[in-house]
């Protein structure tokens, strides 16, 4: 395999960036008859990120597994190659960005004194954004970061339904705090592992160091998702 200086012109081999099992997420929410989502991705952009399927399946079904999955000939960008990487999943509680709060939320944010905030030297809405409300790094479900544009709505194309966060795939785990609020909480068995890196364990890069949100439709999840930098 061998980074792409230039557009590659021929057939390119999707590679693999998750494998979720219902038992493990239960916040997935699959169709019916569904425990499995497998992510998708070309390693190239389209046209400022990596092109993403999702299939949803039946984990009884899945018997015909390929000891090497195929691999692309190329990749635009090392970022676009994911590291394998052992899923511990941790359910947390997320709130709204502050731009997603109402007008009377948003008011009472600015007048919050909170201690913290001044010692991490972030005005209110940024404490609240960073330290409180959403967390960094790779998630299911939860509410979008709006860090580099504003909140806008997301219909579905099939049936208008707003969309929510399916997954987002994440430059960095960690946020942007001193304390790491959102470092995920220890237990016994969890790594560290071999080359672990706490602070980008894929070794996936979205853009300069951004997210990549997958948004799906919770009437109809089959539906065609949409993807949102941010």
């Not at 009472?108 to 209110?124: H, I």
């Not at 942007?176 to 560290?192: I, L």
């Not at 706490?198 to 919770?218: A, D, E």
Request: charged letters at 20%.
């Amino acid at each position: 395999m061998r980074l792409a200086v230039q557009s590659y012109d021929g057939p390119i081999a999707m590679l693999p960036v998750a494998q979720l099992y219902v038992r493990d997420v239960p916040d997935l929410s699959p169709p019916e008859g569904k425990d499995l989502l497998q992510v998708l991705w070309c390693p190239f952009d389209h046209p400022i990120m990596p092109r993403t399927l999702l299939f949803w399946r039946s984990a009884a079904a899945v018997t015909d597994i390929l000891d090497t999955p195929p691999e692309p000939p190329a990749v635009q960008f090392d970022g676009y190659l994911p590291e394998p990487c052992v899923l511990e999943p941790e359910q947390i509680t997320e709130y709204p960005d502050h731009l997603e709060l109402s007008e009377e939320l948003q008011e009472q944010l600015k007048q919050w004194s909170v201690p913290q905030a001044a010692e991490e030297d972030m005005d209110p809405d940024t404490y609240y954004d960073c330290v409180l409300s959403n967390a960094p790094g790779w998630k299911v479900g939860g509410w979008p970061a709006w860090n580099s544009t504003d909140p806008s709505p997301q219909p579905c194309s099939e049936c208008g339904t707003g969309m929510e966060v399916l997954i987002t795939v994440a430059t960095f785990e960690e946020g942007d705090d001193a304390g790491n609020s959102w470092s995920p909480y220890p237990h016994p068995g969890a790594g560290p592992y071999p080359g672990h890196r706490g602070y980008n364990s894929t070794g996936v890069q979205i853009g300069s160091g951004y997210r990549q949100h997958l948004f799906v439709c919770p009437a109809k999840p089959e539906h065609p998702h949409i993807e949102l930098m941010t």
